[in-house]
C-alpha cells in the first residue's frame, strides 16, 4: 500500500506546486509594483521634452521625452494629464520643455519651455 501513496503524493505535490509558484510570483510582482507605484505617487520626477501635441479641452499635452531614470522608463512620446489648464499657457508644438510629474498617474504639475 506503502507502495502506491507514495507517488500519489509525489504527484499531488508537483501539480499544487506548478499551480501555487505562478501565483506567487505573480503577487510577488505586484507587490513590487505597488511598492514602486508608491514610492512615484510621493515622488515628483523632473524631464525633458519636445511638445507633439496640445489638447487644451482634454487638458493634456503629447511630449516626446528623453529617458526618465527616476521611472525607469526609456524615451518615448506620449501624452500626460496637466494638474492646472493654465500650465498649457504659452506652450507650443515643437517647444522644447522642462517639466515635473508627480504621482501614479504621473500628471504634469510644472512645465516650462526651454529658453
Known sequence: MNKLIRPLLTAATLVLATQTLPVMAAEMQDMDMKASSQQSQAETVQASGVVKG???????????????KALNWPAMKMAFKVAEPTLLEGINVGDKVQFELQGADHVVTALETDA
Open 54 to 68: 496640445i489638447d487644451l479641452q482634454a487638458q493634456k499635452i503629447t511630449l516626446a521625452h528623453s529617458p526618465i
